[in-house]
């Protein structure tokens, strides 16, 4: 299983918008809508911040997006806050009951 | 309130073995996928293996196949991987993690609540 590509940083000025791509083959993001974001602060656990590749769970704020074209994935973080400087990953299903993550990306909030 | 704590991690040398452990509660852990994602120091998320909500199935990455087993004890609510065979490269901060999917045709899809990881290092 081979690992999904994500750039390895992004940044924006506070109240912008980032977009961070997530890029997998036809086996795996392209074949199931079954994307998903996570937001990792340092030396914290993971947090999921999209799943279904468009969905968000309850408490995470409507500025996190998600999209799908293909074997690439796209997360959009609106209306960039400081507290959304992290690293972000991204993961998707990859048959077989596998999952494969990305590389991750280090949004930086100038 | 959902709560994953690992333990069980530590300094091993190279060969040797070590058992993880995770403690759920907040929700019926006999429910649920579960899942064991690493993280190297400094490297991503690896996902390293699922097991079904009876036990009955479980899947891992290649890279650990016949060294770690994944299991569970639903009595207990417990989770366990245990790494035999250690290699350097396993180092590494191992989440214990609840898994979702999107319906009985697929495996896990996502991973909706994490512990806070325990560190393995392998090293001699």
């Known amino acids: 299983q081979s690992a999904l590509t994500q750039p390895p940083s992004a940044s924006g000025s506070p109240g912008q918008s980032v977009t961070i791509s997530c890029t997998g083959t036809?086996?795996?993001?392209?074949?199931?809508?079954?994307v998903s974001w996570y937001l990792q602060h340092p030396g914290k656990a993971p947090k999921l911040m999209i799943y279904e590749v468009t969905k968000r769970p309850s408490g995470v704020p409507d500025r996190f997006s998600g999209s799908k074209s293909g074997n690439t994935a796209s997360l959009t973080v609106s209306g960039l806050q400081a507290e959304d400087e992290a690293d972000y990953y991204c993961?998707?299903?990859?048959?077989?009951?596998?999952?494969?993550f990305g590389g991750g990306t280090k949004l930086t909030v100038l | 309130e959902v709560q994953l704590v690992e333990s069980g991690g530590g300094l091993v040398q190279p060969g040797g073995s070590l058992r993880l452990s995770c403690a759920a509660s907040?929700?019926?852990?006999?429910?649920?996928?579960m899942s064991w994602v690493r993280q190297a120091p400094g490297k991503g998320l690896e996902w390293v293996a699922n097991?079904?909500?009876?036990?009955?199935?479980?899947y891992c990455v290649d890279s650990v196949m016949g060294r770690f087993t994944i299991s569970r004890d639903n009595a207990k609510n417990s989770l366990c991987l245990q790494m035999n065979s250690l290699r350097a490269e396993d180092t590494a901060v191992y989440y214990c993690?609840?898994?979702?999917?999107?319906?009985?045709?697929?495996?896990?899809?996502?991973?909706?609540?994490w512990g806070q990881g325990t560190l393995v290092t392998v090293s001699s």
């Open positions: 097991i079904k909500q009876d036990g009955s199935d479980k």
């Open positions: 993961s998707s299903y990859a048959g077989s009951n596998n999952l494969v």
């Open positions: 036809s086996t795996d993001v392209g074949a199931y809508n079954y």
């Open positions: 993690a609840r898994a979702r999917r999107y319906n009985s045709a697929s495996g896990p899809t996502y991973l909706d609540y």
């Open positions: 907040g929700f019926t852990f006999s429910s649920y996928w």
